[in-house]
């Protein structure tokens, strides 16, 4: 059998949950699709989000996922190093990896994103 995927949602469960929504929306302006009072679920793409869950209000406990890196394939790489280091995002140096541009950095929880765009 073949499974059919619709929609992602990636969720990362967060103590500091202000700051992280805060940071998704205002430094990667990423659009909220969904809030409530404890999730922000922002849009990546038409069938894929990425959701922002306060961890202590949640009904099911954090995998603790410290080894998640939550990839973004981007159509203006530099543009999105050089905003970040002017936002304070601390964005990682650029490297070359498997035929692409690359550069990590992280959210104010400590989750790992990867930015990346063909070379």
Known sequence: MMVTV????TILY????RETVAFYRDVLGLTVAHTTDWLVEFRLTADSFVSIAEAARTTIASAEGAGITLSLQVDDLDGLHRHLAEADGRPGPM?????ARVFYFHDPEGHRLEAWQDE
């Open 6 to 9: 619709r929609r992602t949602n």
């Open 14 to 17: 967060c103590r500091h949950w």
């Open 95 to 99: 490297q070359a990896k498997w035929g």
